[in-house]
């Protein structure tokens, strides 16, 4: 990174103790982080991966000022929070999956001009920003309908509009394509290109899909079980975790060729997901997990053909995040002199 | 300034969209008051109104005049103690953790929204006043209203600091508030809401003496219902302002280390 860094993470750990009745000390705290070390640069989207638990919630409630870490220091633009944490708030903005963070009786606009009044901002200049950001976000003409009407996409969108209200250069978006389909996310992630990536925002993009990281990130983070245990390029990651197993195909087959299609796929370790379907209009998922570069491709379709199947879709398969995450925290585990390890380039 | 009255703004415009958006329940909320006023006329009815030398000579008035002056200054105090229920409310939605995310003092975003509330119980407080005077003959004829307002407003503001405690409470237990039962109980048993403090035995009334809602509500009813100036009252104002005084900052202050606890446990929005 040749920047210096917006949003400096060192050393965060978080534990979270549940308290019994009158606030004794309950079972032992959960540790959501451990050790967190974190940066990013103007401009940079680093993508933040992990399980369900990992800690990446936590992480960025952690640089919001709503959870206060026990240990180690984070700092934005040097306002280190919790001590300049209305400054540093000033610099941060951010969109979470929590669409009830929303105000349903009021319309898009007004929820925006609402949080833009808490961002700072005067009335008028509130309206301002408001309308554009709403054009900007193709809300133009549900802006005055309540947000309770929103479609999920509409609402993603709205909380990437309220994020950006107050112009800020550090974008934490706390999983903004989940429940979303795959029309409302490349919606999404057409906004973050073309809105978001210029403005020269550093992004944090907590998510769980590989597909993101790569169409969108300079960096990866990967947290597990609260540890960095990945920090580094997207091009690295990708080449470490994100290389081909196989193929994906759909195919489909008339009655009388099923029998051989399916015997011929079975032979050479393909996976169907589904009994092959009778009939050319019914496809079939069926993974290649042996085939490993285009021309034994070409030769399993080109057979598949010959036998009288139709292929109606071929798709590179990745490996899954939750194998990626099975192996780094395999890699992560303490080794005999106590240490574990953090792969990638920074850490 | 120019910032707080931006903010004032802005949670009132929120606040009475989102309340007159329920029209049903605005209208109910905004006359509901009225059961309450017609059911003490009935009660009033049971008391001689020729009667002297009583409990409420003091007041120079009857027992519905008397009444609807402590119904709706006790109205005042269920916005002042409640701030909590708003607090609750937000954590239940989850705007709340999304507005600590912005950069205003935490304690705003918790008082603010009963900015709303007060204009609110301002206009039923008109309400139920013009019903009582027009319909129900409540004699109200010698009230110094300016006074009154000025003791309305220390009242608020001495009533903030339960509604500040409760708002704490609540942050770090989520639900079960003590201050609010015990603020509004006590009001209702012994600082003279429905019946003068003169009634109860020398031990109930030395507790009465020493809850500021006593002194809210003396101070109020000799306003409004005997037309004293605030040099009358200048007691029942001091210990107002007083308790306003003293109490805000202790109040704020602990609601600042409940946040900080709210924070540190990682349960700021949960409900």
């Known amino acids: 990174m040749g920047d210096q860094p917006l949003l400096r993470v060192r050393g965060v750990h978080k534990t979270f103790t549940p308290r019994g009745f009158l606030g004794r000390r309950g079972p032992a705290g959960i540790q959501a982080l451990r050790g967190v070390d974190l940066d990013v640069a103007r401009g940079q989207v680093t993508a933040l991966l992990g399980p369900n638990g990992a800690g990446k919630t936590t992480l960025i409630s952690i640089i919001c000022d709503l959870v206060r870490a026990d240990a180690g220091s984070v700092s934005v633009a040097d306002c280190a929070i919790p001590d300049r944490a209305r400054q540093a708030q000033r610099l941060v903005g951010v969109?979470?999956?929590?669409?009830?963070?929303?105000?349903?009786?009021?319309?898009?606009?007004?929820?925006?001009?609402?949080?833009?009044?808490?961002?700072?901002?005067?009335?008028?200049?509130?309206?301002?920003?408001?309308?554009?950001?709403?054009?900007?976000?193709?809300?133009?003409?549900?802006?005055?309908?309540?947000?309770?009407?929103?479609?999920?996409?509409?609402?993603?969108?709205?909380?990437?509009?309220?994020?950006?209200?107050?112009?800020?250069?550090?974008?934490?978006?706390?999983?903004?394509?989940?429940?979303?389909?795959?029309?409302?996310?490349?919606?999404?992630?057409?906004?973050?290109?073309?809105?978001?990536?210029?403005?020269?925002?550093?992004?944090?993009?907590?998510?769980?899909?590989?597909?993101?990281?790569?169409?969108?990130?300079?960096?990866?983070?990967?947290?597990?079980?609260?540890?960095?245990?990945?920090?580094?390029?997207?091009?690295?990651f990708m080449r470490r975790h994100g290389s081909r197993v196989g193929y994906e195909i759909e195919v489909g087959a008339p009655s009388e060729a099923v029998g051989p299609v399916g015997a011929y796929l079975r032979s050479i370790g393909a996976v169907l997901h589904d009994p092959l379907g009778a009939g050319a209009d019914v496809g079939t998922r069926v993974g290649l997990p042996e085939v490993r570069d285009e021309p034994q491709l070409s030769e399993v379709l080109g057979k598949c053909l010959g036998l009288g199947a139709t292929i109606r879709r071929v798709e590179p398969m990745q490996v899954s995040l939750r194998q990626v995450f099975a192996n780094l925290r395999e890699e992560g585990r303490p080794d005999a002199s106590g240490h574990g390890s953090v792969e990638g380039g920074h850490a | 300034?120019?910032?707080?009255?931006?903010?004032?703004?802005?949670?009132?415009?929120?606040?009475?969209?989102?309340?007159?958006?329920?029209?049903?329940?605005?209208?109910?909320?905004?006359?509901?008051?009225?059961?309450?006023?017609?059911?003490?006329?009935?009660?009033?009815?049971?008391?001689?109104?020729?009667?002297?030398?009583?409990?409420?000579?003091?007041?120079?008035?009857?027992?519905?005049?008397?009444?609807?002056?402590?119904?709706?200054?006790?109205?005042?105090?269920?916005?002042?103690?409640?701030?909590?229920?708003?607090?609750?409310?937000?954590?239940?939605?989850?705007?709340?953790?999304?507005?600590?995310?912005?950069?205003?003092?935490?304690?705003?975003?918790?008082?603010?929204?009963?900015?709303?509330?007060?204009?609110?119980?301002?206009?039923?407080?008109?309400?139920?006043?013009?019903?009582?005077?027009?319909?129900?003959?409540?004699?109200?004829?010698?009230?110094?209203?300016?006074?009154?307002?000025?003791?309305?407003?220390?009242?608020?503001?001495?009533?903030?600091?339960?509604?500040?405690?409760?708002?704490?409470?609540?942050?770090?237990?989520?639900?079960?508030?003590?201050?609010?039962?015990?603020?509004?109980?006590?009001?209702?048993?012994?600082?003279?809401?429905?019946?003068?403090?003169?009634?109860?035995?020398?031990?109930?009334?030395?507790?009465?003496?020493?809850?500021?809602?006593?002194?809210?509500?003396?101070?109020?009813?000799?306003?409004?219902?005997?037309g004293a100036g605030l040099s009358d009252v200048s007691v029942d104002l001091a210990v107002l302002v007083g308790f306003a005084a003293i109490g805000l900052p202790l109040a704020a202050y602990c609601c600042h280390l409940a946040i900080g606890k709210a924070k540190r446990d990682g349960l700021l929005g949960s409900f």
Not at chain 1, 203 to 212: D, K, L, N, S
Not at chain 2, 17 to 23: C, F, N
Not at chain 2, 153 to 166: C, H, M, P, Q, R
């Open chain 1, 95 to 236: 969109a979470t999956t929590n669409e009830r963070s929303f105000f349903w009786r009021l319309t898009g606009r007004q929820n925006l001009e609402f949080f833009a009044a808490l961002h700072g901002l005067a009335r008028p200049v509130a309206a301002r920003r408001s309308t554009e950001l709403l054009t900007r976000f193709g809300l133009e003409s549900h802006a005055d309908r309540l947000f309770r009407t929103y479609s999920a996409g509409m609402k993603k969108r709205l909380a990437l509009a309220r994020a950006m209200l107050h112009e800020p250069p550090v974008l934490l978006l706390d999983e903004p394509t989940t429940s979303l389909d795959a029309a409302g996310t490349e919606d999404l992630h057409d906004l973050l290109r073309r809105e978001i990536v210029p403005s020269g925002a550093c992004v944090v993009w907590a998510t769980h899909r590989v597909e993101e990281v790569r169409a969108l990130c300079d960096q990866v983070i990967v947290l597990v079980d609260g540890e960095v245990r990945f920090d580094g390029a997207t091009d690295r």
């Open chain 2, 1 to 226: 300034m120019r910032r707080l009255a931006s903010l004032i703004m802005a949670f009132v415009r929120r606040d009475a969209r989102i309340a007159t958006s329920y029209k049903l329940h605005f209208a109910l909320q905004l006359f509901g008051g009225l059961f309450t006023v017609v059911m003490f006329y009935f009660i009033a009815k049971m008391t001689d109104p020729n009667a002297s030398g009583g409990p409420l000579s003091q007041f120079g008035t009857d027992y519905f005049s008397f009444v609807l002056v402590g119904i709706v200054a006790t109205g005042f105090l269920q916005t002042g103690v409640g701030l909590a229920d708003r607090l609750r409310v937000a954590m239940g939605e989850g705007s709340l953790e999304m507005m600590f995310a912005c950069p205003v003092r935490p304690i705003w975003i918790l008082i603010l929204p009963a900015i709303w509330e007060l204009l609110f119980q301002m206009g039923q407080a008109v309400v139920m006043i013009a019903l009582g005077v027009v319909l129900f003959g409540a004699d109200l004829s010698h009230a110094n209203w300016p006074a009154g307002l000025v003791l309305l407003l220390a009242t608020v503001a001495a009533y903030s600091v339960f509604g500040i405690l409760s708002t704490g409470i609540i942050l770090v237990i989520k639900r079960g508030d003590p201050i609010r039962w015990l603020v509004t109980e006590l009001a209702a048993l012994v600082a003279g809401a429905y019946f003068p403090v003169a009634l109860l035995p020398d031990w109930l009334e030395r507790i009465a003496a020493v809850l500021p809602m006593t002194y809210a509500y003396h101070g109020i009813r000799m306003t409004v219902l005997k």
